[in-house]
């Protein structure tokens, strides 16, 4: 698969503390690649990075051009959209009202008809579309940010830990819900994970990160072994 996105040298720093270090990184076109290691490895730093979110150096191209002299929003419109924890959805808003959110450019006729897909492809938030969201579940509330995501048709994905928070059966349910996305809509992610065991169910590429550096990095095909993967389980994380 041809790359949709790569990062150079890429670091981030708050103040003084290095939080990413010289990271090198690539996404292929439809491809899902996973960013997995501790709390406060630089996980999000580098997602965040990528959607401009918050200052970084190094070198970032996206579908061939230089996004890192682009702010956030018009990254949004090159296609790339940061995906928040789940319950960074606003809660004061109705579900509808949140949906809309993620396709606020987008004329009254594609929001519709994107707001209709995503109603397909997560019927559990379909008919709670009047409630505000804070009356969602924690894994309702997961699948509507990633929804919300979706609404502006993008082309790369940046899932912050999607987990995070949920019960197992929740998380299973929401990874299940990837492996979908991943197939019918062919759309790249970067997926940020503390959970090895769901994260390789959906992911083609692994980075593994430690102390803002990427220390190791496998194909699916590469842990497809039971050995293999208690190797880079042992190794990494
Ligand atoms: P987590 O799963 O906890 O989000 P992470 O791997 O995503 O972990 P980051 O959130 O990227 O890690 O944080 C990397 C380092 O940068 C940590 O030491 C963190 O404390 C620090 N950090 C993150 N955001 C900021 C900020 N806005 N200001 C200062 N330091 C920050």
């Given at each position: 698969?041809?790359?949709?996105?790569?990062?150079?040298?890429?670091?981030?720093?708050?103040?003084?503390?290095?939080?990413?270090?010289?990271?090198?990184?690539?996404?292929?076109?439809?491809?899902?690649?996973?960013?997995?290691?501790?709390?406060g490895?630089?996980?999000?730093?580098?997602?965040?990075?990528?959607?401009?979110?918050?200052?970084?150096?190094?070198?970032?191209?996206?579908?061939?051009?230089?996004?890192?002299?682009l702010?956030?929003?018009?990254?949004?419109?090159?296609?790339?959209?940061?995906?928040?924890?789940?319950?960074?959805?606003?809660?004061?808003?109705?579900?509808?009202?949140?949906?809309?959110?993620?396709?606020?450019?987008?004329?009254?006729?594609?929001?519709?008809?994107?707001?209709?897909?995503?109603?397909?492809?997560?019927?559990?938030?379909?008919?709670?579309?009047?409630?505000?969201?804070?009356?969602l579940?924690?894994g309702?509330?997961?699948?509507?940010?990633?929804?919300?995501?979706?609404?502006?048709?993008?082309?790369?994905?940046?899932?912050?830990?999607?987990?995070?928070?949920?019960?197992?059966?929740?998380?299973?349910?929401?990874?299940?819900?990837?492996?979908?996305?991943?197939?019918?809509?062919?759309?790249?992610?970067?997926?940020?994970?503390?959970?090895?065991?769901?994260?390789?169910?959906v992911a083609?590429?692994?980075?593994?990160?430690?102390?803002?550096?990427?220390?190791?990095?496998?194909?699916?095909?590469?842990?497809?072994?039971?050995?293999?993967?208690?190797?880079?389980?042992?190794?990494?994380?």
């Open positions: 698969m041809p790359e949709l996105f790569s990062a150079r040298g890429l670091s981030v720093r708050y103040g003084a503390a290095r939080a990413v270090e010289n990271v090198d990184l690539s996404v292929p076109e439809k491809g899902v690649v996973a960013l997995l290691g501790a709390n490895a630089g996980k999000s730093s580098v997602l965040k990075a990528i959607a401009g979110l918050v200052p970084a150096e190094g070198e970032m191209r996206f579908a061939g051009e230089d996004i890192g002299v702010a956030a929003r018009q990254r949004v419109r090159r296609g790339i959209v940061y995906v928040p924890e789940g319950r960074q959805i606003v809660g004061s808003l109705t579900v509808a009202e949140n949906l809309l959110l993620g396709g606020f450019f987008l004329d009254a006729r594609m929001q519709r008809q994107r707001r209709d897909l995503m109603l397909e492809l997560f019927p559990e938030i379909a008919n709670r579309l009047k409630s505000p969201a804070w009356m579940s924690g309702e509330q997961q699948m509507l940010a990633i929804g919300r995501g979706l609404m502006s048709a993008p082309r790369l994905l940046l899932l912050d830990e999607p987990s995070l928070g949920l019960a197992p059966l929740l998380i299973r349910r929401v990874f299940e819900r990837l492996v979908t996305i991943k197939q019918d809509t062919g759309l790249a992610i970067m997926l940020v994970e503390q959970n090895f065991r769901m994260t390789i169910k083609d590429e692994l980075y593994f990160v430690r102390n803002g550096a990427i220390v190791g990095h496998r194909s699916a095909a590469a842990i497809a072994t039971a050995a293999s993967r208690a190797e880079v389980v042992e190794a990494y994380l």
